[in-house]
């Protein structure tokens, strides 16, 4: 039997060798954001799985908070039954060189990585919610500032949200929310790609009246009245005015006479606000840790005269944190005995006075924050605060005097509009005025302010505005002259004088700055 041998080489087939198609690499994104300071900046969250030894990392400037919510997206996908695929994840946050922080990321993290199969594009959809271990989605501090401050830029239409958070997200108008329990829910919704808004606008509790076009809501709420305080009738005037037109108000006199009980009931009185106002003053809010009540009330912050100058201005070591100045925007800052507050404390308070802004500075960030404030201020005579009883005799020396009134500097009282002298009380003085009437008048001349056309109240107008509304008829703009000449008032002074008056002038219900107005006017400025 002959076998068939051959040399061992074969042939070459000639058959085609079938190539496996490369499958191109699923590069998912997703829209987050972070603060920088108090403004927010827009963050994409995109991912990748390549072939490699298994591993979760995310690149790209994130804090040890985001570099924790690795084991907490890790604990949430499991207990919801995802495999995590044999592969290198790769997370980024883009752009690299803004440093990111924030639990918010947890949502986005773990949407990319549970679906690395699935291609989408979704573009203007913002994804916010930190993860608890079992995958429920929840709400952090953050988030009211940060999608406050995209919608103020005009970056944000839609998001999707913790359901934990629309008590208070649900204020924030012109955002679609699309608000999720859990991670499997939010899972849900991106394989699907419906994305419809599930929660209904916020409307305010409140009293509201309508100018222009625009809201403005306040609250009938007294909770300590004018009626208690007893005489001092030109120091309530004074205070009226300067609620009226957001004034700033120094008050000097001995201790009891009711500067502090003055203080404290201002805030009841104060001119209503407009939704971004009060949105401004809940971002504050959130900033310092607080929740909001979304009460159409004026914040009153009256820090302590040992207070330091960070906790007063902000700032601390590493982020800077909000201060009692900002927290006090669009409501009073009250600083009751004044000389006692530090020198550095009295004087970088010339700033936010002027400018209405609070600005930190750090070797990794500068922060500006919004400080629209109404500077109260109250302080005694002299250091033992007899100077100006009539029953009891002060031990203080003349030297001692001087050194307690110095301490004010010149440039700072200039950035104060109304000084009243309060006098000793009298067992017949009665309380002839009540909150509600004082508030009544208040709104009137707010209405007036607002029909003329004004952005800004009367203590906080720009000088081209002093120059639009403060009109004032022959007769008062003659008693001004001769102020001027006779008192040698400086500019800011004059612009001041001005503001007052017109703001006795929307009281009084006159069109233009009357001498009567001008007169009272000038009775409120400082006596050197």
Excluded at 37 to 46: D, F, L, R, S
Excluded at 116 to 136: P, Q, S, T
Excluded at 228 to 239: C, I, L
């Amino acid at each position: 039997m002959n076998a068939k041998t051959h040399s061992g080489n074969l042939p070459p087939k000639t058959g085609k060798v079938k190539v496996k198609e490369k499958q191109p690499a699923i590069v998912n994104h997703l829209t987050c954001a972070t603060l920088e300071g108090v403004n927010a900046k827009v963050i994409e969250v995109e991912a990748t799985f390549t072939k490699g030894l298994p591993g979760f990392s995310v690149v790209g400037l994130a804090s040890s908070d985001i570099q924790e919510a690795k084991e907490r997206v890790k604990s949430a996908l499991l207990t919801n039954e995802f495999v995590f695929p044999p592969l290198k994840i790769t997370i980024n946050l883009s752009p690299s060189d803004i440093k990111k922080n924030g639990t918010h990321f947890d949502l986005s993290l773990a949407l990319l990585v549970a679906l690395n199969k699935k291609a989408f594009e979704e573009e203007g959809l913002f994804v916010f919610g930190e993860l608890g271990l079992d995958g429920r989605v929840k709400s952090s501090s953050m988030l009211f500032p940060l999608i406050l401050s995209l919608k103020e830029q005009g970056l944000i239409k839609r998001a999707i949200v913790p359901k934990e958070s629309i008590s208070y997200l649900c204020h924030i108008s012109g955002v679609d929310f699309i608000a999720v329990e859990t991670l499997s829910e939010a899972i849900s919704l991106l394989k699907m790609g419906e994305f419809k808004a599930n929660v209904e606008q916020f409307s305010y509790d409140a009293k509201s009246i309508e100018i222009a076009g625009i809201d403005y809501f306040y609250e009938e709420r007294y909770e300590s009245d004018f009626a208690e305080v007893k005489g001092q009738m030109v120091a309530k005037r004074a205070a009226m005015i300067a609620a009226a037109g957001m004034h700033n108000f120094f008050m000097e006199g001995n201790p009891g006479c009711g500067k502090s009980m003055i203080a404290k009931r201002l805030k009841d009185i104060l001119p209503p606000l407009y939704e971004e106002e009060l949105l401004s003053i809940a971002k504050h809010q959130f900033l310092d840790g607080q929740t909001p009540n979304f009460k159409a009330i004026r914040p009153m912050r009256s820090p302590h005269h040992t207070a330091t100058s960070a906790s007063i201005f902000g700032g601390g070591s590493g982020q800077a944190k909000i201060g009692e100045v900002a927290l006090a925007n669009y409501g009073i800052l009250f600083f009751d005995e004044i000389p006692h507050f530090s020198k550095n404390v009295l004087e970088a308070m010339r700033e936010p006075l002027q400018d209405k802004k609070v600005h930190i500075a750090r070797v990794n960030a500068k922060i500006e924050y919004q400080a629209d404030i109404m500077f109260v201020a109250a302080q005694n005579p002299c250091p033992c605060g007899n100077l100006l009883s009539k029953t009891k005799a002060c031990r203080c020396s003349e030297v001692e005097i001087k050194r307690y009134q110095n301490r004010l500097s010149d440039p700072f009282l200039d950035r104060i509009d109304l000084f009243v002298v309060m006098q000793e009380v009298d067992a017949d003085d009665k309380g002839d005025v009540t909150s509600k009437a004082m508030h009544e008048v208040v709104i009137e001349a707010f209405k007036k302010q607002k029909e003329r056309g004004q952005q800004r109240l009367n203590g906080k107008l720009a000088e081209d505005e002093i120059e639009r509304y403060c009109l004032l008829n022959e007769a008062a703009g003659k008693i001004l002259e001769g102020a001027i000449s006779k008192f040698g008032l400086s500019h800011r002074s004059i612009a001041s004088v001005k503001k007052i008056g017109r703001t006795i002038a929307d009281i009084n219900g006159h069109e233009k700055i009357e001498k009567k107005d001008i007169l009272e006017a000038l009775s409120y400025r400082r006596r050197k």
